[in-house]
């Protein structure tokens, strides 16, 4: 293995633990808007809101991370997931902007009405972001019509089959459950015990979708299983996952919510980590020839140079986000408190 590789192994790393960071850390705000309207009551949805308000944007910050690091990694295959991708990641974009805004403009009137549209929409968006989430990595299990180019000729109605539908579901499901784990560590009093009450219902109705997609990978998917088959000692990633997702339930019936929040993040991140291993070294795999024209980490990332150039970048700035995100969890660790400042 020359310079080259190592240098887009790497960079490869670096972006799959983004993606990571990203889905274990915005994947609990999606789940409370998620649950946002499961409750009627306007101060227990301020107290919901509340509980994201200092962190949310700051975890979105991951995404510019993936995005960016694509675009100067893998110009080719950011070129190809852009285009491949457009409408679908639009739609992502067109939701994370509602979100954005369904938070901050909530407060700004006392009017129920007013209050009541962007609840709605808030909740509705956060679904769609994870549902979208689920489809797009639906697809890149299963592969998208890429010819030799590495153009893709497919149209948007074709990312849309029973699996990547099952995958995007169980991204919804995921996430509803980290963020219900999540608010049992900020909420006390009557609305964390209807929490509560709403936490193993979305456990396992996460742990049955996550079954079923199994079942599905397993059948449909025999690539993801390639890697494991070859270097069998990979297969105890998939039982320590199982063990992380089985401990979650434990903890939450015993009253351990960190430990229960801490299982189910880990849940998350090794079910990409999963992913990784299963599609490795394949970037995007191609549904008409995986072995021709899928595009890989070796074939498609930028030159030596510029690899050497953005992980000089990746280290300085990489640490600070998350010395960041340390500094603010550290400073809003605890129950939430309303006040005449809150949203």
Request: a neutral charge.
């Amino acid at each position: 293995m020359d310079q080259l590789q190592v240098f887009h192994i790497i960079w490869y790393l670096v972006i799959g633990a983004s993606v990571i960071f990203y889905t274990v850390l915005d994947g609990f705000d999606l789940g409370v808007g998620c649950l946002h309207l499961f409750t009627r009551k306007d101060m227990e949805r301020r107290v919901m809101l509340n509980a994201i308000g200092p962190v949310w944007d700051g975890n979105e910050v991951w995404l510019i991370i993936i995005f960016g690091g694509l675009f100067v990694g893998f110009p080719s295959i950011y070129a190809t997931i852009c285009s491949a991708f457009y409408t679908l990641i639009m739609i992502l974009i067109a939701g994370l902007m509602i979100r954005a805004v369904a938070i901050e403009f909530r407060s700004k009137q006392e009017s129920p009405h007013w209050r009541r549209l962007w609840d709605c929409l808030f909740s509705v968006s956060s679904y769609i972001i994870a549902f979208s989430i689920g489809v797009i990595m639906g697809n890149l299990i299963a592969g998208i019509p890429l010819n030799a180019e590495g153009n893709f000729v497919g149209t948007f109605w074709d990312f849309f089959t029973p699996y990547t539908f099952l995958v995007g579901v169980m991204g919804v499901a995921v996430f509803t459950m980290h963020g219900a784990i999540y608010m049992l560590m900020k909420t006390e009093g009557e609305l964390h015990e209807r929490i509560r009450k709403w936490v193993n219902p979305s456990i396992m109705v996460f742990i049955v979708l996550y079954l079923l997609t199994t079942f599905a990978t397993l059948l449909y998917m025999p690539h993801m299983t390639g890697a494991m088959r070859n270097v069998p000692w990979l297969f105890l990633v998939a039982l320590v996952s199982m063990l992380m997702i089985a401990n979650v339930p434990f903890c939450v019936n015993r009253g351990y919510d960190g430990w229960a929040f801490i299982s189910s993040s880990l849940s998350i991140a090794l079910l990409f980590v999963l992913f990784g291993i299963g599609t490795y070294p394949n970037m995007v795999r191609s549904s008409l020839d995986p072995i021709n024209c899928s595009l890989d980490l070796f074939s498609a990332a930028a030159s030596l140079p510029t690899m050497k150039v953005i992980l000089i970048v990746a280290l300085i700035g990489v640490p600070l986000v998350l010395a960041y995100g340390w500094w603010i969890y550290h400073i809003f660790r605890g129950k939430v408190s309303i006040d005449d400042m809150s949203y």
